[in-house]
């Protein structure tokens, strides 16, 4: 070899030393390279406190072993750290078309905290544009073939007086097609686990997980024409609700069965901030929705409904617009008005016209106050057989509206219509009842005016009643409308059994009362009743225009008080008694009963009778008083007897005690004495009894003697025996001027009567001269 061959030979042996020697070099420093031109880069970047380690690259791989970096701007701080992050890559791909094959990071946490905003308007730097945030326009773009995040931390921090966020879970991204199961929290509160999808041809899905089952399920396609817009079908399977409720702090929810089910468009604004709260807050979505829900155990008073929805849905994070349409309804099982006893099996509510609700929502993500609006409400309610202890209602609808709903003051205005309602009592006949109340509930107080009406009977009462919500006090009055009472034994008959023997001819009732009801169910009640212009008989017993007036009272406690006073204008019973009135007390008290009368009196026989004032239990009447008589007409005494020719004038005056006891009245010693200067007895006897009488001297004389007898003393001593047996013992002392020259005649008269046979007697004498006067009137 030539020595210049040698000289060449040894400079490429160096050369080759040198190129082997620099790229082993360059190897072993490649990281150092890489780590300071990364570094480099994320400086420029305006990123700090950058930590960065790598291992050597390999040639179609690269191992970033730790990172973690800040960025700090004007709105925002932004810290990151991630480990054991491996990029594969073709070099040819990657040189060519800036894409990797391949990148995983097993953990990774990112914190965004965000700083208080400087001014109150917010600038165009801050909003996000969405038009560009179709998943068709950004996945196909993503420089990665597959993109695997093992556990993401996303936390949000938000200055005082926002909601913090934190998002926990994986990510994956491959063949255009980007998933990922997401745990998220509120304010340290967590909110649930959910699943998304996100297709290159822009299908969503997205589910909202409980304990690994979906209860939300969103399915739907995403578009843009002038806002981002989401064509969706969601669905909600209740029966994980009470789960979900727990988290919340919503305790004591039914177990519910069922579904929701929405379908229609939700939109976005093309620019909105980049938080959750503010992209929650831009969503407007308008949804048809259907509903088939079931309850179990809901109260003790409730044990089973069924919700059957049928309407539209309008929602934003700031409103709630739902609307019912009238084919929805509600179907209740076994309800309990009374603890552990169903009164009622079945109830069903249907609406009768859409019902429209409005809520603002402020209050879930802006912490403001709720303010929904109700628009009028109005459903029929449809009841089983309802029992209770004392009666049952048969099946019945009741027509239910209400309006002016204000759920913020708890305020509203509502009626209630039975048109038919017939009550059954055992071994009691009722008439069907019409019921109707139109109230008004505050947060003061509950009003309501109720009107209750009779088919059958002329019955109705307005009533009006008036809660304090505060101290639980209750007002109540109510008015009866005024009753004619003819023929209403008729009627009532129809009811009630009423005595055969008793007649109304007319006649009105008047009643009203009023009650206060106190917290613990005490109460008192004040029931005012008045008759005005009666007429009615009982058997042979004509009752002429009696007037009544009343004012009972009625306590919880059980006593029982009722004063008032009676006015008879006449009695008809063979004797005629006018101008009877009585005042009187009633009072239950103890399990006791007490009657006390005061004034009575009465006029008979054109003069007036009145009875000491006495007291006695009507349940076992026994009683005594003294009956004082004044200027009672002895013409009118003498005709009770039916005496053809006796006549006489005068007035007597008098006094009796009468006693009642064992259902037995009884007089003793009663003295009727004539008044002053006299009267005068004539007697002319019919053929009959002058003939009888001149067979017998002392008859004949007596006669004559009372032909035209003038007397300056008259007694009648009177006793009244138990078995009607009247006693009279009378002494005349006067003269007849035209018979025995008008010596003076002293001579007594005892005389013996039955006093109800009398009484019949002059009943049936009335009766037959009123048929007499019919049949030839």
């Known amino acids: 070899m030539s020595k210049l061959g040698k000289r060449v030979w040894i400079i490429l042996l160096l050369f080759l030393t040198l190129l082997l020697v620099s790229t082993l070099a360059l190897y072993f420093a490649s990281p150092a390279l890489a780590e300071k031109a990364l570094n480099h880069w994320l400086q420029k970047q305006n990123y700090s406190s950058i930590e960065l380690q790598m291992k050597p690259p390999g040639w179609n791989k690269l191992e970033i072993e730790q990172i973690s970096l800040t960025k700090d701007s004007e709105d925002k701080v932004i810290h990151l750290s991630s480990g054991n992050i491996q990029v594969s890559y073709n070099p040819l791909e990657l040189y060519l078309n800036h894409r ?46 597959a993109l695997r995040v093992g556990e993401l931390d996303l936390i949000l921090d938000y200055p005082e007086g926002q909601n913090d966020w934190e998002f926990k879970g994986a990510l994956l991204l491959e063949n255009s097609t980007l998933y990922s199961r997401i745990n998220f929290s509120r304010n340290n509160s967590e909110l649930g686990w959910g699943d998304l999808q996100l297709n290159a041809d822009d299908q969503l899905k997205l589910r909202l997980l409980e304990q690994d089952t979906p209860f939300v399920v969103l399915q739907g396609q995403i578009q843009f024409a002038k806002q981002l817009m989401l064509n969706s079908k969601q669905s909600i399977t209740l029966n994980k609700l009470s789960g979900i409720g727990d988290k919340f702090g919503i305790t004591g929810l039914p177990e519910l069965s069922g579904s929701l089910e929405f379908e229609g468009i939700s939109s976005f604004p093309v620019k909105t901030r980049l938080t959750p709260d503010a992209l929650l807050k831009s969503i407007q979505t308008q949804q048809q929705l259907t509903g088939h829900i079931k309850a179990a155990s809901i109260t003790e008073q409730l044990e089973s409904a069924q919700i059957n929805l049928e309407g539209k849905l309008g929602f934003s994070v700031e409103k709630l617009e739902i609307e019912l349409s009238k084919s929805s309804s509600a179907e209740l099982q076994g309800l309990n008005l009374i603890p552990n006893k169903p009164q009622i099996e079945r109830a069903s509510l249907n609406l009768t016209q859409p019902l429209q609700l ?23 309610l449809e009841t089983s057989t309802i029992t209770l202890p004392s009666l049952s209602i048969p099946e019945s609808k009741t027509a239910i509206s209400l309006k002016d709903i204000n759920l913020k003051e708890h305020s509203l205005n509502g ?17 069907p009842i019409s019921v109707n109340s139109q109230f008004k509930l ?38 009866l409308k005024p009753i004619a009472l003819k023929n209403i034994d008729r009627t009532l008959a129809n009811f009630v059994k009423i005595p055969a023997n008793l007649a109304v001819q007319g006649g009105t009732l008047f009643h009203n009362g009023s009650a206060h009801i106190n917290a613990q169910g005490a109460y008192t009640a004040t029931l005012n009743n008045s008759l005005r212009k009666v007429n009615f008989s009982w058997d042979e017993i004509f009752f002429e225009g009696l007037e009544q007036d009343s004012r009972s009272r009625i306590r919880s406690n059980g ?7 009676i006015k008879l204008n006449k009695v008809i019973s063979g004797v005629e008694i006018t101008k009877v009135q009585t005042q009187y007390a009633y009072e239950h008290k103890k399990g006791r009963d007490q009657i006390k009368l005061e004034a009575t009196q009465a006029e008979l026989l054109q003069g007036l009778i009145t009875f000491a004032d006495f007291g006695f239990n009507p349940l076992k009447p026994d009683f005594s008083t003294q009956v004082s008589i004044k200027q009672l007409d002895l013409g009118e005494v003498l005709a009770l007897e039916r005496q053809q020719g006796l006549s006489g004038e005068g007035k007597l005056n008098g006094a009796f005690p009468l006693r009642f006891s064992d259902n037995q009245l009884t007089i003793s010693d009663g003295i009727l004495t004539g008044e002053q200067p006299g009267g005068r007895i004539t007697f002319t006897p019919s053929t009959a009894v ?14 004559e003697a009372l032909g035209n007898f003038h007397y300056d003393t008259l007694e009648i ?34 005389v013996e009567e039955n006093i109800p046979k009398l009484i019949k ?17």
Do not use: C
């Not at 965000?114 to 560009?132: H, M, N, P, R, W």
């Not at 309501?448 to 109540?476: C, E, G, M, V």
């Not at 006793?719 to 001579?747: I, M, Q």
């Open 761 to 777: 007697t002059l009943q049936f004498a009335d009766k037959l001269t009123k048929t007499i006067e019919k049949r030839y009137r």
């Open 415 to 431: 009626e209630v219509s039975i048109a038919r309602l017939t009550p059954k009592v055992p071994n009691q006949k009722v008439p």
């Open 442 to 479: 505050t947060k003061k107080q509950f009003a309501q005016k109720l009107r209750l009406k009779t088919a059958n009977l002329p019955f109705q009462i307005d009533a009006s009643t008036t809660t304090n919500l505060t101290n639980q006090k209750t007002r109540a009055n109510w008015k």
């Open 100 to 145: 990797l094959e391949s990148l995983l990071l097993p953990q990774s946490k990112i914190r965004i905290e965000f700083k208080e905003a400087k001014t109150v308007q917010e600038s165009e730097s801050e909003l996000i544009d969405l038009s560009g945030m179709l998943p068709s326009q950004w996945l196909s773009k993503v420089p990665v073939g």
């Open 690 to 703: 002058q003939a009888y009488a001149a067979a017998n001297i002392g008859l004949k004389m007596a006669i």
């Open 717 to 750: 001593g009177l006793n009244y025996l138990s078995d009607g047996t009247a006693l009279l013992k009378t002494r005349l002392k006067g003269k007849n001027p035209e018979w025995n020259k008008g010596h003076p005649v002293d001579f007594t008269i005892n």
């Open 358 to 380: 409005d809520i603002n929502l402020a209050s879930v993500f802006m912490d403001e106050e709720i303010s929904p609006q109700i628009s009028p409400i109005a459903f029929e």
């Open 559 to 565: 006593i029982i008080s009722d004063t008032g006073n």
